[in-house]
């Protein structure tokens, strides 16, 4: 059975970070685009950035062009979110989505989604 799963959310104070990964079973990350979105309470769901087939990321959210990076490791079948210098508006539940497309697209392409992990940024 094919599924991603996130890992890595949590309490952090403003300023801090924190590193997403997102682990695949089931099938390869590399044959995909994967996308990392977020949806904060009363809120809609947001893109936040992406790396494509190619390795080359892009960025959703052009605020957090230089907070947030992702980068990928074959051997584990995984793909992490870096993000620092986090701010209260940050929080939310992160998910990560694969696309057998070897573009960054729109959620609604996503062929595989993961059941989220929660970041809340607090002092």
């Known amino acids: 059975q094919s599924q991603l799963v996130e890992s890595g959310g949590g309490l952090v104070q403003p300023g801090g970070s924190l590193r997403l990964s997102c682990t695949a079973s089931?099938?390869?990350?590399?044959?995909?685009?994967i996308s990392w979105f977020r949806q904060a309470p009363g809120k809609e769901r947001e893109g936040v950035l992406c790396?494509?087939?190619?390795?080359?990321?892009?960025y959703s959210l052009y605020s957090e062009k230089g907070r947030f990076t992702i980068s990928r490791d074959t051997a584990k079948n995984t793909v992490y979110l870096q993000m620092n210098s986090l701010k209260p508006e940050d929080t939310a539940v992160y998910y990560c989505?694969?696309?057998?497309?070897?573009?960054?697209?729109?959620?609604?392409?996503?062929?595989?989604w993961g059941k989220g992990t929660l970041v809340t940024v607090s002092s």
């Open positions: 989505a694969a696309d057998l497309s070897q573009w960054c697209r729109e959620d609604k392409y996503m062929d595989h």
């Open positions: 790396i494509n087939r190619h390795g080359t990321t892009i």
């Open positions: 089931g099938f390869t990350l590399d044959n995909y685009a």
